[in-house]
Protein backbone atom coordinates (compact mmCIF):
# COMPACT_ATOMS: atom_id res chain seq x y z
CA UNK A 1 0.00 0.00 0.00
CA UNK A 2 1.14 3.71 -0.89
CA UNK A 3 2.57 4.45 2.70
CA UNK A 4 0.49 7.69 3.39
CA UNK A 5 -2.78 6.33 2.03
CA UNK A 6 -5.29 5.82 4.35
CA UNK A 7 -3.42 8.84 7.31
CA UNK A 8 -5.62 11.53 8.25
CA UNK A 9 -3.95 13.68 5.70
CA UNK A 10 -4.52 11.01 2.77
CA UNK A 11 -7.75 9.33 3.69
CA UNK A 12 -8.63 6.80 0.92
CA UNK A 13 -11.10 8.28 -0.97
CA UNK A 14 -14.35 6.33 -1.53
CA UNK A 15 -17.83 7.04 -3.48
CA UNK A 16 -20.82 4.87 -2.99
CA UNK A 17 -23.64 5.62 -5.53
CA UNK A 18 -26.49 4.91 -4.58
CA UNK A 19 -28.33 6.34 -0.95
CA UNK A 20 -30.57 3.19 0.02
CA UNK A 21 -30.24 0.59 3.00
CA UNK A 22 -26.94 -1.01 1.23
CA UNK A 23 -25.37 1.57 0.18
CA UNK A 24 -25.52 3.87 3.76
CA UNK A 25 -25.05 0.53 5.82
CA UNK A 26 -21.74 0.45 3.49
CA UNK A 27 -20.67 4.18 3.90
CA UNK A 28 -20.99 3.14 8.31
CA UNK A 29 -18.65 -0.12 7.92
CA UNK A 30 -16.14 2.47 5.61
CA UNK A 31 -16.12 5.11 8.00
CA UNK A 32 -15.75 3.14 11.17
CA UNK A 33 -12.33 2.09 10.05
CA UNK A 34 -9.27 3.42 11.28
CA UNK A 35 -6.80 1.84 9.85
CA UNK A 36 -7.30 2.97 6.70
CA UNK A 37 -8.95 6.12 7.07
CA UNK A 38 -11.85 6.69 4.96
CA UNK A 39 -13.32 9.25 3.71
CA UNK A 40 -16.72 8.65 1.72
CA UNK A 41 -19.31 10.56 -0.79
CA UNK A 42 -22.59 8.92 -1.11
CA UNK A 43 -24.31 10.21 -4.76
CA UNK A 44 -27.51 9.95 -5.76
CA UNK A 45 -29.92 10.88 -8.28
CA UNK A 46 -32.61 12.02 -6.13
CA UNK A 47 -32.02 14.70 -3.46
CA UNK A 48 -33.65 12.57 -0.71
CA UNK A 49 -31.56 9.53 0.65
CA UNK A 50 -32.75 6.22 1.96
CA UNK A 51 -33.39 4.50 -1.56
CA UNK A 52 -36.96 2.10 -0.64
CA UNK A 53 -37.07 3.12 2.50
CA UNK A 54 -38.29 6.46 1.55
CA UNK A 55 -40.29 5.00 -1.78
CA UNK A 56 -40.67 1.14 -1.33
CA UNK A 57 -41.62 0.66 2.35
CA UNK A 58 -45.66 0.83 2.84
CA UNK A 59 -46.64 3.81 4.18
CA UNK A 60 -48.71 1.96 7.07
CA UNK A 61 -45.45 0.46 7.90
CA UNK A 62 -43.64 3.96 10.04
CA UNK A 63 -41.86 1.24 12.54
CA UNK A 64 -39.72 -0.22 9.82
CA UNK A 65 -38.59 2.92 8.60
CA UNK A 66 -36.98 4.16 11.84
CA UNK A 67 -34.31 2.38 10.74
CA UNK A 68 -33.29 5.81 9.10
CA UNK A 69 -31.97 6.70 12.69
CA UNK A 70 -28.83 4.43 12.18
CA UNK A 71 -28.18 6.28 9.04
CA UNK A 72 -28.90 9.12 10.54
CA UNK A 73 -25.59 8.49 12.75
CA UNK A 74 -23.97 7.45 10.12
CA UNK A 75 -24.42 10.51 8.08
CA UNK A 76 -23.11 12.53 11.47
CA UNK A 77 -19.99 10.92 11.41
CA UNK A 78 -16.63 12.58 10.51
CA UNK A 79 -15.39 11.77 6.60
CA UNK A 80 -19.39 11.70 5.15
CA UNK A 81 -21.04 13.66 2.52
CA UNK A 82 -23.65 13.35 0.23
CA UNK A 83 -24.65 14.56 -2.96
CA UNK A 84 -28.05 14.35 -4.10
CA UNK A 85 -29.43 15.28 -7.64
CA UNK A 86 -26.97 13.74 -9.40
CA UNK A 87 -27.51 10.95 -11.66
CA UNK A 88 -24.71 8.72 -12.55
CA UNK A 89 -24.59 7.72 -16.20
CA UNK A 90 -26.45 10.93 -16.85
CA UNK A 91 -24.98 13.52 -14.81
CA UNK A 92 -21.21 12.27 -14.30
CA UNK A 93 -19.71 9.25 -15.65
CA UNK A 94 -18.38 6.40 -14.23
CA UNK A 95 -15.31 7.01 -15.56
CA UNK A 96 -15.00 10.34 -14.18
CA UNK A 97 -15.74 9.25 -10.82
CA UNK A 98 -13.33 6.33 -11.09
CA UNK A 99 -10.79 8.48 -11.87
CA UNK A 100 -11.35 11.16 -8.89
CA UNK A 101 -11.42 8.06 -5.86
CA UNK A 102 -10.12 5.34 -4.95
CA UNK A 103 -12.65 3.09 -5.10
CA UNK A 104 -16.15 3.33 -6.60
CA UNK A 105 -19.01 0.82 -5.13
CA UNK A 106 -22.48 0.78 -6.63
CA UNK A 107 -25.47 0.71 -4.52
CA UNK A 108 -28.26 1.56 -6.84
CA UNK A 109 -30.69 -1.00 -6.22
CA UNK A 110 -32.63 -2.52 -9.34
CA UNK A 111 -35.57 0.02 -10.47
CA UNK A 112 -37.12 -1.87 -13.45
CA UNK A 113 -40.05 -4.60 -13.19
CA UNK A 114 -40.44 -8.12 -14.13
CA UNK A 115 -42.55 -8.58 -16.84
CA UNK A 116 -45.02 -11.42 -17.33
CA UNK A 117 -44.80 -11.65 -20.91
CA UNK A 118 -48.23 -12.53 -21.68
CA UNK A 119 -50.77 -10.91 -24.53
CA UNK A 120 -52.16 -8.02 -23.19
CA UNK A 121 -49.63 -6.64 -21.06
CA UNK A 122 -49.08 -3.34 -22.02
CA UNK A 123 -52.94 -2.26 -22.20
CA UNK A 124 -54.26 0.28 -20.06
CA UNK A 125 -55.16 -1.11 -16.69
CA UNK A 126 -52.41 -3.51 -16.70
CA UNK A 127 -50.17 -2.22 -14.21
CA UNK A 128 -46.62 -2.58 -12.89
CA UNK A 129 -46.51 -2.89 -8.94
CA UNK A 130 -43.10 -1.22 -8.98
CA UNK A 131 -44.59 2.44 -10.68
CA UNK A 132 -47.76 1.76 -8.21
CA UNK A 133 -45.67 1.37 -4.80
CA UNK A 134 -43.45 4.18 -6.50
CA UNK A 135 -46.59 6.69 -6.46
CA UNK A 136 -48.05 6.12 -3.19
CA UNK A 137 -44.58 6.46 -1.78
CA UNK A 138 -44.44 10.08 -3.56
CA UNK A 139 -41.80 8.86 -5.82
CA UNK A 140 -40.91 12.57 -7.67
CA UNK A 141 -40.57 10.06 -11.15
CA UNK A 142 -44.03 9.10 -10.81
CA UNK A 143 -46.27 11.74 -9.61
CA UNK A 144 -47.77 12.27 -12.57
CA UNK A 145 -49.14 8.30 -13.08
CA UNK A 146 -52.34 7.47 -13.00
CA UNK A 147 -54.36 4.49 -11.93
CA UNK A 148 -57.65 4.24 -12.49
CA UNK A 149 -59.30 2.36 -9.30
CA UNK A 150 -63.29 2.99 -10.80
CA UNK A 151 -63.90 -1.05 -11.24
CA UNK A 152 -65.23 -3.28 -8.42
CA UNK A 153 -62.07 -5.89 -8.77
CA UNK A 154 -58.36 -5.21 -8.72
CA UNK A 155 -55.86 -8.46 -9.11
CA UNK A 156 -52.60 -8.60 -8.37
CA UNK A 157 -50.38 -11.32 -9.81
CA UNK A 158 -47.39 -12.44 -7.69
CA UNK A 159 -47.25 -13.70 -3.91
CA UNK A 160 -44.31 -11.49 -2.50
CA UNK A 161 -44.48 -9.09 0.30
CA UNK A 162 -44.85 -6.34 -2.77
CA UNK A 163 -47.95 -7.96 -3.64
CA UNK A 164 -49.24 -7.91 -0.18
CA UNK A 165 -48.28 -4.27 -0.09
CA UNK A 166 -50.45 -3.13 -3.40
CA UNK A 167 -53.29 -5.25 -2.38
CA UNK A 168 -53.05 -4.13 1.24
CA UNK A 169 -52.58 -0.27 0.00
CA UNK A 170 -55.84 -0.83 -2.07
CA UNK A 171 -57.77 -2.19 0.66
CA UNK A 172 -56.75 -0.01 3.56
CA UNK A 173 -59.64 2.86 4.77
CA UNK A 174 -58.95 6.28 4.16
CA UNK A 175 -59.12 6.89 8.09
CA UNK A 176 -56.31 3.83 8.26
CA UNK A 177 -54.63 5.82 5.22
CA UNK A 178 -54.06 9.46 6.11
CA UNK A 179 -52.72 9.20 9.59
CA UNK A 180 -49.51 8.01 7.17
CA UNK A 181 -47.31 9.68 4.77
CA UNK A 182 -48.54 8.36 1.79
CA UNK A 183 -48.60 10.67 -1.27
CA UNK A 184 -51.54 13.54 -1.23
CA UNK A 185 -51.82 12.71 -4.80
CA UNK A 186 -53.00 9.17 -3.67
CA UNK A 187 -54.23 9.58 -0.56
CA UNK A 188 -57.17 11.88 -2.81
CA UNK A 189 -57.22 8.66 -5.88
CA UNK A 190 -57.76 5.94 -3.08
CA UNK A 191 -60.28 7.97 -1.12
CA UNK A 192 -62.71 7.77 -4.39
CA UNK A 193 -61.46 4.17 -5.36
CA UNK A 194 -64.53 1.59 -6.07
CA UNK A 195 -62.55 -1.28 -5.71
CA UNK A 196 -63.97 -3.81 -3.25
CA UNK A 197 -62.40 -6.97 -4.11
CA UNK A 198 -58.55 -7.35 -4.53
CA UNK A 199 -57.64 -11.19 -6.33
CA UNK A 200 -54.03 -11.73 -5.50
CA UNK A 201 -52.76 -14.79 -6.79
CA UNK A 202 -49.97 -17.12 -6.52
CA UNK A 203 -48.80 -19.61 -9.48
CA UNK A 204 -47.41 -22.35 -7.13
CA UNK A 205 -49.12 -23.44 -3.96
CA UNK A 206 -49.56 -22.18 -0.34
CA UNK A 207 -46.25 -23.59 0.75
CA UNK A 208 -44.62 -21.66 -1.82
CA UNK A 209 -45.66 -18.27 -1.27
CA UNK A 210 -42.55 -15.87 -0.35
CA UNK A 211 -44.55 -13.61 2.19
CA UNK A 212 -43.67 -13.33 6.05
CA UNK A 213 -45.46 -14.25 8.36
CA UNK A 214 -45.77 -10.43 9.87
CA UNK A 215 -47.18 -9.12 6.29
CA UNK A 216 -49.55 -12.41 5.82
CA UNK A 217 -51.01 -12.21 9.36
CA UNK A 218 -51.48 -8.46 9.52
CA UNK A 219 -54.61 -8.65 6.64
CA UNK A 220 -56.48 -9.81 9.08
CA UNK A 221 -56.55 -6.65 10.96
CA UNK A 222 -57.76 -4.33 8.19
CA UNK A 223 -60.85 -1.83 9.39
CA UNK A 224 -62.91 -2.83 5.98
CA UNK A 225 -61.36 -5.82 4.35
CA UNK A 226 -62.04 -9.96 4.77
CA UNK A 227 -59.66 -12.39 3.72
CA UNK A 228 -60.92 -15.09 2.05
CA UNK A 229 -58.73 -17.97 1.31
CA UNK A 230 -60.56 -21.37 -0.27
CA UNK A 231 -59.64 -24.81 1.93
CA UNK A 232 -59.03 -26.47 -1.28
CA UNK A 233 -55.95 -23.86 -1.96
CA UNK A 234 -54.40 -25.37 1.75
CA UNK A 235 -54.97 -29.30 1.22
CA UNK A 236 -51.46 -29.67 0.61
CA UNK A 237 -49.87 -32.02 -2.73
CA UNK A 238 -47.89 -34.71 -0.93
CA UNK A 239 -44.69 -33.11 -2.03
CA UNK A 240 -45.60 -29.62 -0.37
CA UNK A 241 -47.05 -31.38 2.62
CA UNK A 242 -43.26 -33.07 3.13
CA UNK A 243 -41.47 -30.31 2.63
CA UNK A 244 -43.10 -28.27 5.07
CA UNK A 245 -42.16 -30.66 7.40
CA UNK A 246 -38.50 -29.82 6.79
CA UNK A 247 -39.02 -26.45 5.96
CA UNK A 248 -38.14 -23.01 7.83
CA UNK A 249 -40.30 -21.66 10.49
CA UNK A 250 -41.79 -18.77 8.11
CA UNK A 251 -43.39 -21.57 5.42
CA UNK A 252 -44.89 -23.20 7.85
CA UNK A 253 -46.44 -20.47 9.76
CA UNK A 254 -47.65 -19.09 6.82
CA UNK A 255 -49.32 -22.63 5.94
CA UNK A 256 -51.02 -21.91 9.41
CA UNK A 257 -52.15 -18.76 9.15
CA UNK A 258 -53.88 -19.61 5.74
CA UNK A 259 -55.35 -22.44 6.91
CA UNK A 260 -57.03 -20.15 9.80
CA UNK A 261 -58.19 -17.44 7.13
CA UNK A 262 -59.55 -20.86 5.39
CA UNK A 263 -61.61 -21.35 7.74
CA UNK A 264 -62.83 -17.87 8.87
CA UNK A 265 -66.33 -16.95 8.07
CA UNK A 266 -66.09 -13.41 6.29
CA UNK A 267 -66.93 -10.38 8.66
CA UNK A 268 -69.27 -8.60 6.47
CA UNK A 269 -66.49 -5.99 5.53
CA UNK A 270 -66.97 -4.33 2.70
CA UNK A 271 -63.97 -4.92 0.87
CA UNK A 272 -62.10 -8.37 0.47
CA UNK A 273 -58.94 -9.67 -0.05
CA UNK A 274 -58.71 -13.18 -1.82
CA UNK A 275 -55.58 -14.98 -1.92
CA UNK A 276 -55.40 -17.73 -4.38
CA UNK A 277 -53.28 -19.98 -5.17
CA UNK A 278 -51.83 -22.70 -8.43
CA UNK A 279 -53.03 -20.05 -10.71
CA UNK A 280 -50.89 -17.88 -13.59
CA UNK A 281 -52.21 -15.68 -15.93
CA UNK A 282 -52.62 -16.51 -19.63
CA UNK A 283 -53.75 -13.63 -21.07
CA UNK A 284 -55.25 -10.34 -20.79
CA UNK A 285 -58.28 -9.05 -22.57
CA UNK A 286 -59.89 -5.81 -23.61
CA UNK A 287 -60.03 -3.97 -26.85
CA UNK A 288 -58.48 -0.16 -25.17
CA UNK A 289 -58.00 -1.17 -22.00
CA UNK A 290 -57.88 -4.28 -19.25
CA UNK A 291 -61.28 -6.13 -19.09
CA UNK A 292 -60.65 -9.36 -18.17
CA UNK A 293 -57.85 -11.58 -17.27
CA UNK A 294 -57.36 -14.93 -18.14
CA UNK A 295 -56.04 -17.43 -15.71
CA UNK A 296 -55.15 -20.74 -15.81
CA UNK A 297 -54.84 -23.66 -12.79
CA UNK A 298 -51.18 -25.43 -12.38
CA UNK A 299 -50.29 -28.58 -10.31
CA UNK A 300 -46.95 -28.39 -8.82
CA UNK A 301 -44.34 -30.99 -10.36
CA UNK A 302 -40.60 -31.71 -9.21
CA UNK A 303 -38.03 -30.30 -11.40
CA UNK A 304 -34.45 -31.75 -11.71
CA UNK A 305 -33.43 -30.55 -8.47
CA UNK A 306 -36.58 -31.16 -6.56
CA UNK A 307 -37.88 -27.46 -6.51
CA UNK A 308 -41.54 -27.62 -7.03
CA UNK A 309 -42.47 -25.47 -10.18
CA UNK A 310 -45.95 -24.46 -11.59
CA UNK A 311 -47.06 -27.13 -14.50
CA UNK A 312 -50.61 -25.82 -16.35
CA UNK A 313 -52.96 -28.12 -16.26
CA UNK A 314 -55.09 -26.63 -19.09
CA UNK A 315 -58.35 -25.60 -16.87
CA UNK A 316 -58.84 -22.03 -17.38
CA UNK A 317 -60.96 -19.28 -16.22
CA UNK A 318 -61.77 -15.74 -17.24
CA UNK A 319 -61.88 -13.35 -14.07
CA UNK A 320 -63.59 -9.47 -14.86
CA UNK A 321 -61.74 -6.85 -14.01
CA UNK A 322 -60.16 -3.64 -15.39
CA UNK A 323 -57.04 -3.75 -13.32
CA UNK A 324 -53.76 -5.91 -13.11
CA UNK A 325 -50.81 -5.17 -11.39
CA UNK A 326 -47.84 -7.36 -11.93
CA UNK A 327 -45.78 -8.02 -8.55
CA UNK A 328 -43.64 -10.57 -9.55
CA UNK A 329 -40.35 -9.09 -8.91
CA UNK A 330 -37.90 -6.07 -9.63
CA UNK A 331 -35.00 -6.07 -12.45
CA UNK A 332 -31.65 -4.54 -12.45
CA UNK A 333 -30.30 -1.76 -14.70
CA UNK A 334 -27.45 -1.55 -16.49
CA UNK A 335 -25.57 1.24 -16.22
CA UNK A 336 -22.85 2.72 -18.49
CA UNK A 337 -19.09 1.87 -18.29
CA UNK A 338 -19.94 -1.13 -15.59
CA UNK A 339 -20.04 -4.45 -16.68
CA UNK A 340 -23.08 -6.05 -16.14
CA UNK A 341 -24.82 -9.87 -16.19
CA UNK A 342 -27.63 -9.44 -18.99
CA UNK A 343 -28.39 -12.94 -17.19
CA UNK A 344 -28.99 -12.45 -13.47
CA UNK A 345 -29.86 -8.48 -14.16
CA UNK A 346 -27.03 -7.69 -11.70
CA UNK A 347 -23.51 -5.60 -11.71
CA UNK A 348 -21.28 -8.52 -12.63
CA UNK A 349 -19.21 -9.29 -9.48
CA UNK A 350 -18.28 -12.41 -7.03
CA UNK A 351 -18.71 -11.20 -3.88
CA UNK A 352 -18.97 -7.57 -3.97
CA UNK A 353 -16.32 -7.20 -6.18
CA UNK A 354 -17.08 -5.92 -9.87
CA UNK A 355 -15.33 -8.54 -13.05
CA UNK A 356 -13.85 -7.51 -15.99
CA UNK A 357 -16.28 -9.28 -18.78
CA UNK A 358 -13.59 -10.51 -20.58
CA UNK A 359 -10.91 -11.88 -17.91
CA UNK A 360 -13.33 -12.29 -15.16
CA UNK A 361 -11.03 -10.95 -12.95
CA UNK A 362 -11.84 -8.04 -10.15
CA UNK A 363 -11.69 -4.71 -11.47
CA UNK A 364 -9.30 -3.02 -8.99
CA UNK A 365 -11.24 -0.13 -7.42
CA UNK A 366 -14.41 -1.24 -8.21
CA UNK A 367 -17.42 -2.51 -6.16
CA UNK A 368 -21.28 -3.33 -5.73
CA UNK A 369 -23.64 -4.05 -3.20
CA UNK A 370 -27.07 -4.66 -1.88
CA UNK A 371 -29.72 -5.80 -4.67
CA UNK A 372 -27.57 -4.56 -7.56
CA UNK A 373 -25.09 -7.19 -6.18
CA UNK A 374 -27.61 -9.98 -5.76
CA UNK A 375 -30.43 -9.44 -7.06
CA UNK A 376 -33.94 -7.91 -5.80
CA UNK A 377 -34.56 -10.08 -2.51
CA UNK A 378 -34.19 -9.34 1.19
CA UNK A 379 -35.66 -7.34 3.33
CA UNK A 380 -33.70 -4.11 4.85
CA UNK A 381 -31.41 -6.10 7.48
CA UNK A 382 -30.00 -8.08 4.49
CA UNK A 383 -28.09 -5.20 3.09
CA UNK A 384 -26.21 -5.10 5.87
CA UNK A 385 -24.17 -8.58 5.75
CA UNK A 386 -24.15 -7.86 2.04
CA UNK A 387 -22.55 -4.62 2.39
CA UNK A 388 -20.19 -5.92 5.36
CA UNK A 389 -18.64 -8.40 2.66
CA UNK A 390 -18.32 -6.18 -0.06
CA UNK A 391 -16.68 -3.09 2.32
CA UNK A 392 -14.53 -5.91 3.77
CA UNK A 393 -13.13 -6.91 0.35
CA UNK A 394 -12.30 -3.26 -0.55
CA UNK A 395 -10.75 -3.00 2.78
CA UNK A 396 -8.34 -6.25 1.67
CA UNK A 397 -7.65 -4.70 -1.50
CA UNK A 398 -6.60 -1.37 -0.10
CA UNK A 399 -3.66 -3.51 2.01
CA UNK A 400 -2.99 -5.67 -1.01
CA UNK A 401 -2.51 -2.22 -2.74
CA UNK A 402 -4.28 -3.01 -5.60
CA UNK A 403 -6.54 -0.02 -5.84
CA UNK A 404 -5.78 2.57 -8.18
CA UNK A 405 -4.54 5.83 -8.02
CA UNK A 406 -6.93 8.64 -8.73
CA UNK A 407 -5.59 11.27 -11.69
CA UNK A 408 -8.17 13.78 -10.40
CA UNK A 409 -9.71 15.04 -7.23
CA UNK A 410 -13.30 14.71 -5.71
CA UNK A 411 -13.22 18.32 -4.79
CA UNK A 412 -12.44 19.23 -8.50
CA UNK A 413 -14.79 16.60 -10.02
CA UNK A 414 -17.59 18.27 -7.29
CA UNK A 415 -16.74 21.66 -8.94
CA UNK A 416 -17.03 20.59 -12.59
CA UNK A 417 -20.37 18.96 -11.24
CA UNK A 418 -21.98 22.05 -9.60
CA UNK A 419 -22.05 23.79 -12.90
CA UNK A 420 -24.08 21.04 -14.54
CA UNK A 421 -26.32 20.06 -11.66
CA UNK A 422 -27.82 21.71 -8.07
CA UNK A 423 -25.92 19.29 -6.15
CA UNK A 424 -28.18 19.30 -2.78
CA UNK A 425 -25.99 18.20 -0.01
CA UNK A 426 -27.24 16.45 3.11
CA UNK A 427 -28.28 20.14 5.06
CA UNK A 428 -30.18 20.29 2.14
CA UNK A 429 -32.05 17.09 2.74
CA UNK A 430 -31.80 17.61 6.28
CA UNK A 431 -34.02 21.28 5.06
CA UNK A 432 -36.78 18.96 3.21
CA UNK A 433 -37.45 16.58 5.83
CA UNK A 434 -37.25 19.08 8.71
CA UNK A 435 -40.31 20.72 6.12
CA UNK A 436 -42.02 17.53 5.37
CA UNK A 437 -42.23 16.47 9.02
CA UNK A 438 -43.65 20.08 9.99
CA UNK A 439 -46.31 20.16 7.35
CA UNK A 440 -47.23 16.52 8.68
CA UNK A 441 -47.63 18.05 12.03
CA UNK A 442 -50.99 19.53 12.52
CA UNK A 443 -52.61 16.52 11.10
CA UNK A 444 -50.72 14.03 13.17
CA UNK A 445 -49.08 12.61 10.34
CA UNK A 446 -45.25 11.75 10.39
CA UNK A 447 -44.58 13.91 7.18
CA UNK A 448 -46.30 14.93 4.06
CA UNK A 449 -43.55 14.59 1.65
CA UNK A 450 -42.88 17.02 -1.15
CA UNK A 451 -42.98 14.93 -4.57
CA UNK A 452 -41.79 17.78 -7.12
CA UNK A 453 -38.34 17.90 -7.63
CA UNK A 454 -39.03 21.62 -7.86
CA UNK A 455 -40.56 22.23 -4.37
CA UNK A 456 -37.52 20.05 -2.96
CA UNK A 457 -35.06 21.56 -4.55
CA UNK A 458 -36.56 25.53 -3.28
CA UNK A 459 -36.50 23.97 0.26
CA UNK A 460 -33.32 22.50 0.35
CA UNK A 461 -31.83 25.50 -0.83
CA UNK A 462 -33.73 28.01 1.34
CA UNK A 463 -31.63 28.55 4.29
CA UNK A 464 -33.63 28.72 7.00
C1 LIG B 1 -42.15 -2.19 -2.41
C2 LIG B 1 -41.10 -2.65 -1.43
C3 LIG B 1 -41.36 -2.62 -0.08
C4 LIG B 1 -40.39 -3.07 0.81
N1 LIG B 1 -40.71 -3.08 2.14
C5 LIG B 1 -39.80 -3.56 3.01
C6 LIG B 1 -40.13 -3.60 4.39
O1 LIG B 1 -41.25 -3.23 4.80
N2 LIG B 1 -39.17 -4.08 5.25
C7 LIG B 1 -37.95 -4.51 4.83
O2 LIG B 1 -37.11 -4.91 5.64
N3 LIG B 1 -37.62 -4.49 3.50
C8 LIG B 1 -38.52 -4.02 2.60
N4 LIG B 1 -38.21 -4.00 1.28
C9 LIG B 1 -36.86 -4.43 0.85
C10 LIG B 1 -35.83 -3.28 0.98
O3 LIG B 1 -36.42 -2.08 0.59
C11 LIG B 1 -34.59 -3.60 0.13
O4 LIG B 1 -33.95 -4.75 0.68
C12 LIG B 1 -33.56 -2.48 0.11
O5 LIG B 1 -34.14 -1.21 -0.08
C13 LIG B 1 -32.49 -2.68 -1.00
O6 LIG B 1 -31.50 -1.73 -0.79
P1 LIG B 1 -30.52 -1.16 -1.92
O7 LIG B 1 -29.70 -0.13 -1.21
O8 LIG B 1 -29.85 -2.26 -2.61
O9 LIG B 1 -31.46 -0.45 -3.01
P2 LIG B 1 -32.46 0.79 -2.95
O10 LIG B 1 -33.13 0.89 -1.64
O11 LIG B 1 -33.31 0.67 -4.16
O12 LIG B 1 -31.52 2.09 -3.11
C14 LIG B 1 -30.92 2.41 -4.32
C15 LIG B 1 -30.61 3.90 -4.36
O13 LIG B 1 -29.79 4.17 -5.52
C16 LIG B 1 -30.22 5.37 -6.14
N5 LIG B 1 -29.82 5.31 -7.55
C17 LIG B 1 -30.28 4.46 -8.50
N6 LIG B 1 -29.66 4.69 -9.67
C18 LIG B 1 -28.78 5.70 -9.47
C19 LIG B 1 -27.85 6.39 -10.31
N7 LIG B 1 -27.69 6.06 -11.60
N8 LIG B 1 -27.14 7.41 -9.79
C20 LIG B 1 -27.29 7.75 -8.48
N9 LIG B 1 -28.15 7.14 -7.65
C21 LIG B 1 -28.88 6.11 -8.13
C22 LIG B 1 -31.73 5.35 -5.93
O14 LIG B 1 -32.29 6.65 -6.08
C23 LIG B 1 -31.83 4.80 -4.51
O15 LIG B 1 -31.78 5.85 -3.56
C24 LIG B 1 -39.15 -3.54 0.35
C25 LIG B 1 -38.87 -3.54 -1.02
C26 LIG B 1 -39.84 -3.10 -1.91
C27 LIG B 1 -39.55 -3.13 -3.38
N1 LIG C 1 -42.72 -5.93 4.65
C1 LIG C 1 -41.59 -6.42 4.17
O1 LIG C 1 -40.74 -6.92 4.91
C2 LIG C 1 -41.35 -6.36 2.70
C3 LIG C 1 -42.24 -5.68 1.85
C4 LIG C 1 -42.00 -5.71 0.48
C5 LIG C 1 -40.89 -6.37 -0.02
N2 LIG C 1 -40.04 -6.99 0.83
C6 LIG C 1 -38.91 -7.78 0.33
O2 LIG C 1 -38.47 -7.31 -0.92
C7 LIG C 1 -38.08 -8.43 -1.73
C8 LIG C 1 -38.76 -8.36 -3.08
O3 LIG C 1 -40.16 -8.65 -2.94
P1 LIG C 1 -41.05 -9.08 -4.19
O4 LIG C 1 -42.42 -9.34 -3.70
O5 LIG C 1 -40.81 -8.10 -5.29
O6 LIG C 1 -40.32 -10.40 -4.73
P2 LIG C 1 -40.37 -11.95 -4.29
O7 LIG C 1 -40.43 -12.12 -2.83
O8 LIG C 1 -39.25 -12.56 -5.04
O9 LIG C 1 -41.76 -12.48 -4.90
C9 LIG C 1 -42.01 -12.50 -6.27
C10 LIG C 1 -43.24 -13.35 -6.52
O10 LIG C 1 -43.56 -13.27 -7.91
C11 LIG C 1 -43.84 -14.58 -8.39
N3 LIG C 1 -43.62 -14.64 -9.82
C12 LIG C 1 -42.47 -14.42 -10.49
N4 LIG C 1 -42.67 -14.52 -11.82
C13 LIG C 1 -43.99 -14.82 -11.98
C14 LIG C 1 -44.80 -15.04 -13.12
N5 LIG C 1 -44.32 -14.95 -14.34
N6 LIG C 1 -46.11 -15.34 -12.92
C15 LIG C 1 -46.62 -15.42 -11.68
N7 LIG C 1 -45.89 -15.19 -10.56
C16 LIG C 1 -44.59 -14.90 -10.71
C17 LIG C 1 -42.91 -15.48 -7.59
O11 LIG C 1 -43.39 -16.80 -7.65
P3 LIG C 1 -42.37 -18.06 -7.61
O12 LIG C 1 -41.98 -18.22 -6.17
O13 LIG C 1 -43.20 -19.17 -8.13
O14 LIG C 1 -41.21 -17.70 -8.49
C18 LIG C 1 -43.06 -14.85 -6.20
O15 LIG C 1 -44.23 -15.31 -5.57
C19 LIG C 1 -38.41 -9.69 -0.96
O16 LIG C 1 -37.26 -10.20 -0.31
C20 LIG C 1 -39.41 -9.19 0.06
O17 LIG C 1 -39.47 -9.96 1.24
C21 LIG C 1 -40.24 -7.01 2.18
Known amino acids: ?59 DHPKIKSVTRVFERTARMPG ?33 DRRLGIEGEDLPGSESATEFVAWYNGHPDYADTDFDLSGRRAVVIGNGNV ?9 LSVDE ?17 SIEEIVVLGRRGAAQAAFTNPELRELADLELADVIVDPADVELDAASA ?10 QRNVETLREYSQRPPGGKPRRIVLRFLTSPVAIEGTDRVEALVVERNELVADADGTLRARPTGARERLETGLVFRAVGYVGKPLPGVPFDD ?79 AVVDYSGWEAID ?31
Request: net charge neutral.
Open 80 to 112: FAFHGNVEVGTDVTHEELAAAYHAVLYAVGTPG
Open 434 to 464: AHERALGEPSGRPRVKLVSRDEQLKRATTIA
Open 343 to 421: RRATVLNEGGRVLDPETRAPIPGLYAAGWIKRGPSGVIGTNKKCAQETTGRLLEDVAAGVLPTPSDTPEALLERLRTRV
Open 163 to 171: ALDVARMLA
Open 242 to 251: ALIETADGTI
Open 177 to 193: LRVTDIADHSLDLLRRS
Open 1 to 59: MNAELGSTEHPLRVAIVGSGPAGFYAAGQLLASQDPVVRVDVYDRLMTPWGLVRFGVAP
